[in-house]
């Protein structure tokens, strides 16, 4: 897979420390300038091109209910739809205020863990039966429902506030995750809901302990570490819009509520470098853990969900 462009040759200006101190205290930062706005358009008409985002991407209930499969459902090498189209991402790739800001946070030679194609769901593409089933599901990852020639996207519908440290037992949180919609995204769409500030408390367990306090405000506990108010910020912007923010930052969606699908790209991107890099600077001032053993007790023995709690919905 191609990697991010890095440069050894690289001299901070005032992004890097606007970035810097926007992940100290906000464990995120949003970018001003867009990646190319027409080269998302294209990448966008090319994914819509392979498939239609309608009832059709689903298995039958019989199908699903004769072998249900929860694990081993989202795009890997091989089965991957970005895979079809490396030569075209160097807008995203090669930006170079994306460039900076990574390398910044992370160092040169930082490397690429994962990158996909993520679609929010509308309602009218989810089946009846499905909708029923997953009704107040905290993470509706609806790979396990999709028939298998379509797994090369991860789908959801709605996932509630969580940190990308999820996936990733007992690793350091010494990656981050980099977010781009390919088309503008309205509160209708299902855009990214951010919990500013929720990254100081470190690594915790998910379902998250959070209560809405006001209109935009969340009080956030983990534990014996503590506990903070942060600031919901919902996520909405044209086509390239993106940002980025810390694995332990929380983060969710409500389900899609428009009549079409949100077609994005994520990232997750990893330093390498041995050296002193900004992220250390962020990471310095985390009261919680960067790493867990065990990242979520939601799920059943099979991976199944074991859980009916959705926080995100309330906001």
Known sequence: MNALRRSRDFE?????QTVVDDFIRDGAHLFADPVDPAACADLLAEIRATRDFDESLFLSQAAFDAGPQYTGVNPKPGRNLLER??????FVEQAPQLVEAITTLLGPDYEILNKKVVCGVPSGSVPDWLRQRIQGNPVNNLGAY?????????????????????DYKAREADFLTLYIYLHPVTRADAPLYLLEGSHTLGGSVFPHNLSRIGDTDWLYVNGRHGETVARQKILTGGAGFTAMWHACTLHGTQPDAADHERISLRYL?????PGPVGLDAVNARLRGPLSLTDTRADLAADGSAAVKRNTVNQA
Do not use: M
């Open 85 to 90: 189209f490396e030569v075209r991402l160097g």
């Open 12 to 16: 901070p200006s005032a992004l890097a």
């Open 269 to 273: 991107v990893a330093r390498r470098h």
């Open 146 to 166: 999709v028939r298998p020639q379509y797994r090369d996207v991860t789908y959801f519908y709605g996932i509630d506030f969580h940190q990308d440290l999820i």
